[in-house]
């Protein structure tokens, strides 16, 4: 990608923060006596806003490591967001519903982290007793939703919109944690015919550009704020300019 592209898709990128700082916020609601089902919808709007927050952020800060020659240490945080907007996008399909499946994911998490005990620290009996709390929360109303928390199974049921994000997660997801990939771009090989080899030239700045950086931001923040605005019916304000948002990026 050339940079007067690059520019072009960072450009892009703060467009669509402008879109999101100047925009309503979703109406906040007074919560009565109110049946689970009320209660997780409302719940997933605030949800849906901390995590369209999170991929704004995160992409943001990516971009911005870019821009100081930090392409490579940028890639988790567009693992991280391109996750959240996938998550965002079945949020919006499915609405509060997969707030009980999280409920469900974070018990597992948490008797995971109790279990760790045996092997590492021992937790205070506040913090164990906060855990069991939150434990007992989750329920197994919506339980068929749990394949869909895996990403793959997500991106299966919706294609057409979570394809792409998928395979691009895949590949944010070889270097973003310790593998042979996220050593490479550190070490150049010398091959056995030239004159220093066979061995290594070892370097402490990461030789490889990744140059789509802000693209990639882009596409994970644009996907973010659509699946928002359904989730926060503020559809009428966003959808227009998002719309111009997908005019730009296509004559790119």
């Known amino acids: 990608m050339d940079a007067q592209r690059r520019k072009l898709f960072r450009r892009i990128f703060f467009d669509l923060k402008s879109i999101w700082l100047h925009g309503p916020q979703p109406t906040s609601l007074q919560i009565g006596e109110i049946n689970p089902e009320e209660f997780n919808t409302w719940s997933s709007v605030a949800l849906a806003w901390g995590w369209t927050a999170r991929v704004a952020r995160s992409c943001e800060a990516a971009i911005r490591l870019s821009d100081d020659g930090f392409d490579e240490e940028a890639i988790p945080l567009l693992r991280s967001a391109t996750e959240h907007a996938m998550w965002l996008w079945w949020i919006s399909k499915d609405g509060g519903k997969v707030v009980e499946t999280l ?13 760790a005990q045996e092997i590492g620290w021992a937790l ?18 919506h339980k068929e939703l749990d394949n869909f928390g895996r990403l793959s199974h997500l991106a299966k049921r919706y294609p057409e919109d979570l394809g792409n994000l ?3 997660w895949l590949i944010e997801t070889q270097v973003s944690h310790p593998t042979i ?8 090989a010398i091959p056995d015919s030239h004159p220093d080899g066979p061995g290594f030239r070892l370097t402490r700045k990461s ?15 644009h996907v973010a704020l659509t699946a928002f605005s359904v989730v926060a019916s503020l559809d009428n304000y966003y959808s227009p300019k998002l719309k111009k948002i997908e005019d730009q990026v296509s004559q790119i």
Do not use: C, H, W
């Open 103 to 115: 409920q469900r994911k974070q018990a597992a998490s948490l008797q995971t982290l109790m279990k």
């Open 207 to 221: 030789s490889s550009q990744q140059n789509n950086v802000a693209a990639k931001s882009v596409i994970a923040f």
């Open 124 to 141: 205070d009996s506040p913090t164990l007793a906060t855990i069991e709390e939150i434990i007992s929360q989750a329920s197994e109303r």
């Open 166 to 168: 998928y395979q691009g």
């Open 181 to 188: 990939q996220s050593s490479s771009g550190y070490f150049e």
